[in-house]
Nanobody
Framework: QVQLVESGGGSVQAGGSLRLSCAAFGYTFSYYCMGWFRQAPGKEREGVAKISSDGSTSYANSVKGRFTISKDNAKNTLYLQMNSLKPEDTAMYYC?????????????????WGQGTQVTVSS
């Protein structure tokens, strides 16, 4: 059974940092694309970053240069290092998996989701 469990969210002042983690269970973690998404109240969900099975990464323009996605295949864990946080980064953050090998495209392809972890950035 596929399960994704996020942790690491919290409240921080603008300019601060947080590192989110996502522990994955029930599948071969290294084979598949993983992503981080976020949703703020009253807004649509947006993709933040993704990492393919071979480690290629991509980011939303709004977080480029501030956020870094990474993974540890030995620990079956996905990370999102968030630096220089801004109030507009406040949202529920979700990790997600696309369990089709060789694919790493859009949010619609991610079929498995965690429960989310809240990030709140105050000014």
């Amino acid at each position: 059974q596929v399960q994704l469990v996020e942790s690491g969210g919290g409240s921080v002042q603008a300019g601060g940092s947080l590192r989110l983690s996502c522990a994955a269970f029930g599948y071969t973690f290294s084979y598949y694309c993983m992503g981080w998404f976020r949703q703020a109240p009253g807004k649509e969900r947006e993709g933040v970053a993704k990492i393919s099975s071979d480690g290629s990464t991509s980011y939303a323009n709004s977080v480029k240069g501030r956020f870094t996605i990474s993974k540890d295949n030995a620990k079956n864990t996905l990370y999102l290092q968030m630096n220089s946080l801004k109030p507009e980064d406040t949202a529920m953050y979700y990790c997600a998996a696309d369990l089709v090998r060789g694919r790493c495209r859009s949010g619609a392809d991610f079929g498995y989701w965690g429960q989310g972890t809240q990030v709140t950035v105050s000014s």
